[in-house]
């Protein structure tokens, strides 16, 4: 195993700690801590070693077969780290999130929670200064999907209203932060009330359409992003003005929704989703270059973070899987010591 | 009241013949063809004697009280004519379709079947000489909704696919000609097939989805355009590639169809709606400058025309209830003789 | 003259106090002080008091007769005050800036360099509760242009890089304050180096090019707003970045500048201006409703200001001529009350 | 070298016939038509043997050592042929054009002006049956170029009007017929007028901006196509109305210009060029996606078209050079039979 990131190539095949997903099933089942030979970066590529990387709802969705990857496989898509190989990235500290890393979809890349990854140099972003490696291996997947959904494509302006379903998980906290910095009103929709939240709707007791109307004076939200999927498809498209729009970023297959098409049809909505996994990986890195300056001057925080060794991936991974309150689970791989670095 | 183009303004109320809404219900009973006072032009308006006006089926919609339109009403959006009143415009043959006239929405204006209408100044566009005046007034409404979600919206580029659900009725038409031109391939979904139509799915027993798979070689439609609403919103959803997008241009509020969320968020589709009465009439107007070099240089082709005298308008509204097969018809209101110049 | 808010409609005409440009020359000579009747709302239209009226080059240039300006008219384009007038809006506090009052392009209205105003409803945008009417006041022109070219034509975005030529000024302190929001690296070229900007260019003296690429580690900057014209076309064109893009606000049609054309077209540079007296009253509005929540935030904050009650009008005129080094000159034609008011 | 189409991998080498440039200088010192070996492709890429390859002036740029190639290197972008190698692709007829084959920028890959050439898999387009290996083959650059600036650029629509100077050049005759094809007036400003044009300046002896305006009604033109440079960037720019918009393929870096920097600025006008040698060869192809079916549907033709054996290239390249007067020069380096083939 390579100490530190005093990394050197040799004969000798490195190994490295690393999770690995054994088997499909719950993360105690699944995953697997062990040693693992350490990447070859081909060309183009370079060889980071991972200092922090989160766990997401979507490795923890990999780990327990329903993506359909291929086993054995390291999973984990986010990073932050430093750039060990040789070349014109050496040394630099970056952070990221790899699209479809540790899944079968495209070029079936081994993932992020792992001692060390290979990651196309056109993938790279630096990190942010201000930032510890933990708290920027935390942005990753939720603040670029965020920002994709609500910037990108939504174009969210100042003075606009967004309605943000599931407002309490990590992805609808990234959402709020962004619209809180883009000037916009942002209405969380959950089952519970996420510190600092101004405008709050309990999913599980209100009428979301009357609580949105409220909010807007009788106008409708200009904009939804709906992170929860077929139960509130409908509630949060009644809930649009005219010719507002929506942007759902994963559903359930089943069970179907019953809904009127004369709401999309007859009031001119806008109804998309995000299918993140097949983003470019340089198209990702664009908006973590987007995303830097913002947290560099603190117009962004990152989240709260609970820490894990990688040998206690399961754990962390279990977390997710338990519902994690808002707090954002990120694996150490470097150990104790990173941690200790980080801040 | 006045004989042909010969208009003038004297003390006297002049007066027109004109289909009037009086109660609602089926045409028959309805619709009155009488007697009214000529509309005196505002302000950066003009006065427009109307030589041929399309009945469509909003039109019959409208007539039968859906919309809610304070009674009486003159009735109509589509027309061709030319302007009598004094003016930068004097003279000139325009044609177009005023997005909400004869309705209660906006600015309330009576509408086109009738000898006379007022319209803003902005809402002008002139006639292509190509086409006769009864040629020009059968364009109209199916042609603005056609191009505003095809290329407006939609933005349809050569090489691509276009399914258009209820492809046989006048906007399907429309939309299947610009696709034409567009250098893209029509697939009309209907249940029969109109002339000249190359990819055909009967709606009524085929698979539209595994129709589309067949004719893209398993791609999937790039696009859809769904004129049916309800009952092929799924079916036209399930048919598109991955990223596609769709737009319906009206459906029933009832009844509530059941169907996948997962299809538009995990496929990334992008659905939305025209709520075409809505629209500014100056932007339908630069709509029908766009549409008229198209028709000057045959790109573009009249529909098969039926024509009608004003005094028989509920019967040429019965035939459009009744399904007109593709055939448009349309009011003549100065008379016999405009129908012999119009070809 | 109508006291205070206190406006009531009678029979005799009302008087209020007004600037009015009575022949084309210098500030002293052109403008008057003088009782002018209150203008009459139309149909649409509300009337406003002014609290406070921002002086731009604009209405010195206006003054100066060098815009055909027939006269006499009364000047003055920005304005932060209070709706008078009965209706809808009626005690709202309103702030904006008419793309072309006070002169002769357009509606030839009236400007606001009086105690009351009369414009369009849909011209209103509603002031930021933050801003004193004095601070609202000194917004206008300078921001709404400033968002135009940077926003919404050349679409900045966080991380990329701007030079503002002639960043010393009003303009161009707007532009620094939202590159700085947008998460953008404003660089400034001026004669002299404002309060609190980090990345200076002395116009006067540097190679701009060579100080531009220094700045960005020899990439050249991402876009360019130019409020300066001829002398700076040419440096500020060639600091640009491959696929760049610049934006200009105003030139002096004289003197032609020489430049290589290749510098364009070869290196795909996006070369525009803004012609913002041009610009529709309502979407200018649309930008006021942007900009207020960024004020009430305090991402954006008030220019350094002078007041000046409305009888000294020529004196502020001058200023703005002589240059007035980055503070706002504002008059405040309900007198020292108000100012007492604005904090 | 391989016969026909009966390409075989051996281990020996195989040999093609080739031009190369062996050194800078007028196309009869430059260039060799010699033997070199069969390129071999990589992974992700198909090997096509040519069987039409058009010279573009930018070729001759190119031979006469203008654009810092290092030699000795085959050049050539067009071209039409079939994919001789094994894979999803094998038998393919293919046509398009490399932005930078045969050139030192990004992959310094050799040129099309050989009997093979390799390609990436992702810059293969389908040839339209339509089209003859030579018709296909003479598409190429002036068709991609005209389209990127004409459609993807400047956006041109059904009535507007595009300005194209040097239109009786190869990419200005392209952008006359989609111009045509789009349903907008094209103006050809050149020193002769090329056949069925219809609105023709002749620029050696014409007021450029008078003519426009005659043709326009005295509105100017809404967009212009400037293919020569210096000379007519002045004429072209005060032709276009407020708000106009041009785009430049190509000016020679001296002399420099004078204009006023206060038509743009002013006038709100959008100037912008095409580097078309740093497209994509992705984007490229599908560029030729689009071509494809108006070739097909007749709605766009081939040029006129002179065919030359790959042993007289040198001569070809000097027709280039002295003026082709709108006729394509096309290489066919299978040689006669491939001639025969084509018409």
Known sequence: MPTGSHYSRSNEQQQMDAVVIQASGPPAQSLAYRSEPVPEPGLGEVLVEVHAAAVNPLDVVNAAGLLGTPLPMIPGGDYAGIVVSDGDHAGQEVWGSGPALGMALGTKRP????????????????????????EAGAIGRSYFVAWQTVINAMELMPGETILITGGAGMVGQAATAIARWRGAKAIVADRHRPDGVEHFIDASSSDIREAVLEFTDGRGADMALDTVGGALFEPALRSLRFDGRMTGIFSAPEPKVRFPVAEIYNRQLHVTGLASVFMDGADVARIFDQLRPLFERGFLAPPAVKTWPLENSAEAYQTVLDGSAGIKQVLLPTGGGAQGRSR
């Open 111 to 134: 993932g992020t929670h792992a001692r060390f990854v290979t990651l196309p140099e056109t993938w790279l972003s630096r990190k942010p200064e201000r930032l510890t490696m933990t």
